[in-house]
């Protein structure tokens, strides 16, 4: 779950700093490609594209977590961290903070000495990836922000709606299982993947650990955030039965088709074949995994299964409300001030809380009623751009016949 009006990297949880790079094109542009994050960062401007033309997946935010206890510099007394442990893969500044880090990681997150040294000893700062995700540098010239149809037209090209309906088509057994259980289309679900990752076809290759430290390191207010995704990626290396240095994915650390964060990918995995309690889902390899986790996700999000996502609002009086990205609004008082969802789209009881939107198309601007489920995408990536261009793919899928 980035852009630059509703940029989920430019927030508290993001990568989406990565994604304007992106769009300079070359490697950069790849990376941009990673537009998810099942862990987020939100903003008003546009998600970040996704990597590749074929299926694909994509870093993409993670669920909102609550809020990690603040990071003290004290180390605890039962976890090993003597003054003159070293780690080599890092600058002589941050020697002193990474004691500490290890010291956290033990107390904290009751991770053991034998996890967390031999880990921190062989990771290494990586520069690129904090390029990637650090805020731009401030500007007296004021930014201009992306207009929606801009930032949703890069998802919905002809190639990738193709794509889209080959996925569906290759997939539809699993698509429509998972769609029975979780109660999310499966339109939507590839509609997510889609801006993820392209279906899978580039999902990143930052080493997991190295990201999170990094970032922990060189981003002091998302210092706790990252430092809580490193101790989440060291248990997800141990639950996988993987060395952590093979954990790859973006330059946020989301790995996967469905870019989850190593926390995201612990809550709310979902190992599809498998019985119950056997394993952790596979999010690189197994589609069945990505499609139920990424359902699951939602679900714990607040989707409410047949319900819409965006409609069309109907304006019958000169000029519109103020408008509300978030669900301020009830249908009722929408009704009261002249707002009507389109004809023909089934009416929700008066109370059914709503948000009012102005999205600008090629044409000009339109208003949109957003229901529940258009924040229940918006926990995978808190971007308005991110979750109405997941609609708007998922409606262009259904016109092409999926």
């Not at 074929?54 to 961290?81: E, G, H, K, M, Q």
């Not at 500044?93 to 010291?103: G, H, I, N, P, W």
Request: glycine letters at 8%; a positive charge; aromatic letters at 10%.
């Amino acid at each position: 779950m980035c852009s630059t009006a509703e940029h989920p990297c430019s927030n508290p949880r993001g990568r989406c700093r990565a994604r304007e790079l992106l769009l300079s094109g070359g490697v950069l542009g790849l990376i941009l490609a990673l537009s998810g994050c099942a862990t987020q960062v939100a903003s008003n401007a546009p998600a970040p594209a996704s990597r590749g033309t074929t299926p694909a997946a994509t870093v993409s935010a993670p669920p909102a977590l609550p809020d990690r206890p603040a990071v003290t510099a004290a180390a605890p007394a039962t976890a090993y961290c003597p003054s003159d442990l070293r780690f080599p893969g890092f600058p002589q500044r941050y020697q002193t903070e990474l004691r500490q880090f290890a010291c956290i990681l033990q107390q904290r997150y009751d991770l053991p000495a034998s996890v967390v040294i031999p880990a921190l000893q062989s990771a290494r700062f990586d520069a690129r990836a904090v390029a990637l995700m650090a805020p731009p540098p401030p500007s007296s010239a004021p930014r201009v922000p992306l207009p929606w149809w801009r930032y949703s037209e890069r998802f919905l090209s002809p190639d990738r709606v193709r794509n889209g309906l080959q996925f569906w088509q290759a997939h539809r057994r699993s698509l429509d299982a998972v769609a029975e259980k979780y109660g999310v289309p499966p339109p939507l679900l590839l509609g997510i993947l889609n801006i993820e990752t392209g279906f899978g076809s580039f999902m990143g290759n930052f080493p997991v650990l190295d990201a999170n430290l990094s970032l922990s390191l060189a981003l002091k207010p998302r210092r706790d955030f990252f430092l809580y995704q490193t101790a989440e990626t060291l248990k997800l290396a141990q639950a996988l039965g993987q060395p952590v240095t093979q954990l790859r994915g973006s330059p946020a650390g989301a790995m996967g088709m469905s870019q989850f964060l190593a926390s995201s990918y612990l809550k709310y995995g979902v190992a599809w074949d498998d019985p119950p309690g056997d394993g952790l889902p596979n999010l690189w390899r197994s589609v069945p995994d990505v499609l139920a986790s990424t359902a699951n996700f939602l679900r714990a999000h607040g989707w409410q299964p047949g319900q819409p996502v965006l409609v069309p609002a109907l304006l019958t009086q000169d000029s519109a409300p103020e408008t509300k990205t978030r669900p301020e609004y009830t249908l009722g008082q929408l009704a009261r001030l002249g707002v009507y969802p389109e004809r023909g789209h089934a009416l929700l009881p008066a109370d059914t809380p709503v948000g009012l939107l102005r999205l600008e198309g090629r044409e000009g601007p339109h208003y949109y009623l957003a229901y529940p489920n258009f924040y229940a995408i918006m926990g995978y990536n808190p971007s308005v751009f991110y979750s109405a261009t997941v609609w708007a793919y998922a409606k262009a899928l259904e016109r092409a016949g999926g």
